[in-house]
């Protein structure tokens, strides 16, 4: 099982920008399945974005055109960069992987390994 840690969270103005980080360890890296989900106080879980092996991306239809997902292979590094931040975006952001092949890769895919989460908090 992947171990995840999140960075980059933090307090921004409406219409600011964060990127955030993911560390990843485990083996076969390139492989993975990976994705951004987050939660705010009182919701459910929201997939964000997902990238798959071959580097194809989707995204939630309230981040389109704002967030970008990307992986660094070499660095073993999963990103998440964020701009025109809106308070509707302020939640904990968590990445998730998983060995999954392109053809089941998605943001409903039952993801196994979570990272603790990085809280982003966007003023209005």
């Known amino acids: 099982q992947a171990q995840l840690v999140e960075s980059g969270g933090g307090s921004v103005q409406a219409g600011g920008s964060l990127r955030l980080s993911c560390a990843f360890s485990?083996?076969?890296?390139?492989?993975?399945?990976m994705g951004w989900f987050r939660q705010a106080p009182g919701k459910g879980r929201e997939g964000v974005a997902h990238i798959d092996s071959d580097g194809l991306t989707s995204y939630a239809d309230s981040v389109k055109g704002r967030f970008t997902i990307s992986k660094d292979n070499a660095k073993n590094a999963l990103y998440l960069q964020m701009n025109s931040l809106q308070p509707e975006d302020t939640a904990m952001y968590y990445c998730?992987?998983?060995?999954?092949?392109?053809?089941?890769?998605?943001?409903?895919?039952?993801?196994?390994?979570w990272g603790q989460g990085t809280q982003v908090t966007v003023g209005s």
């Open positions: 998730a992987a998983d060995f999954f092949g392109p053809e089941y890769c998605n943001l409903r895919s039952p993801f196994n390994s």
């Open positions: 485990g083996h076969a890296y390139s492989v993975y399945c």
